[in-house]
């Protein structure tokens, strides 16, 4: 069976976003991840990564999402995260509709990772499709007349 091309992806991303809409984006993006994660996989992240702080350089957005047994939400970027990932905003809007992969992008040095043990990388590998679908969601609906306001408190 051939594969469908992604559904063209929501523009008004790569139109000079800047950084305050970036964070309630990614704010919404968090929400939309905790639903899906079931309680085994958010205990599982919140042993591994208590803190992540998402930085998009090219917005100056920063945002931490914090993990607990109980749920993900999102924060101020705080000072000591556990993990800290830093690319692009591009790279993740590509990466979410299927313009680029995650993985050839931090080969090529589009992403950066700090403070990943190597131990937990398979609880941020598991993390990645829940993301991508969460972000995919999240940038359609902020893009739609009716977007909901996302909560970043």
């Given at each position: 069976?051939p594969?469908?091309?992604?559904?063209?992806p929501p523009?008004f991303?790569?139109?000079?976003?800047?950084?305050?809409e970036?964070?309630?984006l990614?704010?919404r993006?968090i929400?939309r991840?905790?639903g899906?994660?079931?309680p085994?996989?958010r205990r599982q992240?919140a042993?591994?990564m208590p803190a992540i702080l998402?930085?998009?350089p090219?917005?100056g957005a920063?945002?931490?999402?914090?993990?607990?047994?109980?749920?993900?939400?999102c924060v101020?970027?705080g000072?000591?995260?556990?993990l800290?990932?830093r690319?692009p905003?591009?790279?993740?809007?590509?990466a979410?509709?299927?313009r680029?992969?995650?993985?050839?992008?931090?080969?090529a040095g589009r992403?950066?990772?700090?403070?990943?043990?190597?131990t937990?990388?398979r609880?941020?590998?598991?993390l990645?499709d829940?993301?991508?679908?969460s972000f995919?969601e999240?940038a359609?609906?902020?893009?739609s007349?009716?977007?909901p306001?996302?909560?970043?408190?």
């Amino acid at each position: 069976m051939p594969v469908r091309p992604p559904a063209q992806p929501p523009e008004f991303l790569m139109n000079g976003v800047g950084g305050d809409e970036v964070s309630a984006l990614m704010g919404r993006v968090i929400e939309r991840l905790d639903g899906r994660l079931d309680p085994d996989q958010r205990r599982q992240l919140a042993a591994a990564m208590p803190a992540i702080l998402w930085e998009f350089p090219d917005t100056g957005a920063r945002v931490q999402l914090v993990a607990t047994p109980a749920a993900l939400c999102c924060v101020s970027a705080g000072d000591a995260p556990s993990l800290v990932v830093r690319m692009p905003l591009g790279t993740l809007h590509d990466a979410a509709f299927g313009r680029c992969s995650l993985a050839a992008s931090f080969l090529a040095g589009r992403i950066t990772v700090r403070g990943m043990s190597p131990t937990r990388l398979r609880e941020f590998i598991l993390l990645v499709d829940p993301l991508l679908e969460s972000f995919r969601e999240a940038a359609r609906e902020h893009s739609s007349p009716a977007a909901p306001a996302p909560d970043v408190s």
